[in-house]
């Protein structure tokens, strides 16, 4: 049972344009998100992350959404460059009880054509 | 400032065997946990060891086992291998940990190929 679904495996956009990378989860105990990207043969680099108690964090060019509601996480790089092209996590921190620990998504492929 | 450090880089072993993994955690990080990627599964949590003790556990049979020393720095051992073992071991660590929102920062990880 997936509870951090990333659904597109690969997205693909034009240097200069905004990339929209989304997530979803199941899990309501989730409370802390984090994006993550990864660039072949190194591990993951932290990106940027959000509380659930906020809808909106930003840096620099990117912009992490929350909507709770819905369970569904977006990350949004603008501009996109070509330096961004890597595979994209998102994981989800699960607060039950005293046990915590991330769950990560499957991950999605970013490629930003020059 | 020296990342998160695992040796080996790669790693070869049979069915059967036990290995024993390393990592050193970025200097005044005390938070280490532990990951398996595997293509099927993605990114999956092991442990995370604070302080000498693990403080919590993935859902990963107790043939996978780990320890912290005094520095901070980790170890993990898988015994009795089996092929399905074969994957990417990643260590992460943070100043406090999970608890605390904190972001870990992950290593470039062990790959294991069991034969």
């Known amino acids: 049972d997936q509870q951090v679904k990333q659904n597109s495996p690969s997205l693909s956009v034009q240097e200069g344009r905004i990339s929209i990378l989304n997530c979803d989860y199941t899990?309501?105990?989730?409370?802390?998100f984090l994006w993550y990207k990864k660039y072949p043969a190194e591990g993951p680099t932290f990106l940027i992350s959000?509380?659930?108690?906020?809808d909106k964090n930003e840096d620099g060019r990117f912009t992490v959404f929350l909507n709770k509601s819905a369970k569904h996480l977006s990350l949004h790089i603008v501009p996109s460059q070509p330096g961004d092209s890597a595979v994209y996590f998102c994981?989800?921190?699960?607060?039950?009880?005293?046990?915590?620990?991330?769950?990560f998504g499957k991950g999605t492929l970013l490629t930003v054509n020059p | 400032k020296a990342g998160v450090t695992q040796t080996p880089r790669y790693l070869i072993k049979t069915r059967g065997q036990q290995v024993t993994l390393s990592c050193s955690p970025i200097?005044?990080?005390?938070?280490v946990s532990w990951y398996q990627q595997t293509p099927g599964q993605g990114l999956q949590f092991l442990f995370e060891?604070?302080?000498?003790?693990?403080?919590n556990k993935g859902n990963f049979p107790g043939r996978f086992s780990g320890r912290q020393f005094s520095n901070s720095r980790s170890e993990m051992n898988v015994s009795t291998l089996e092929l399905g073992d074969s994957a990417l071991y990643l260590c992460?660590?943070?100043?406090?940990?999970?608890?605390?929102?904190?972001?870990?920062?992950f290593g470039d990880g062990t790959r294991l190929s069991i034969l």
């Open positions: 899990n309501s105990m989730f409370d802390y």
């Open positions: 992460a660590s943070s100043l406090e940990g999970l608890g605390r929102g904190q972001p870990q920062h």
């Open positions: 200097s005044g990080h005390r938070s």
């Open positions: 060891y604070f302080s000498e003790t693990q403080r």
């Open positions: 959000i509380s659930s108690i906020k």
């Open positions: 994981a989800a921190r699960d607060s039950g009880g005293s046990n915590y620990k991330l769950t």
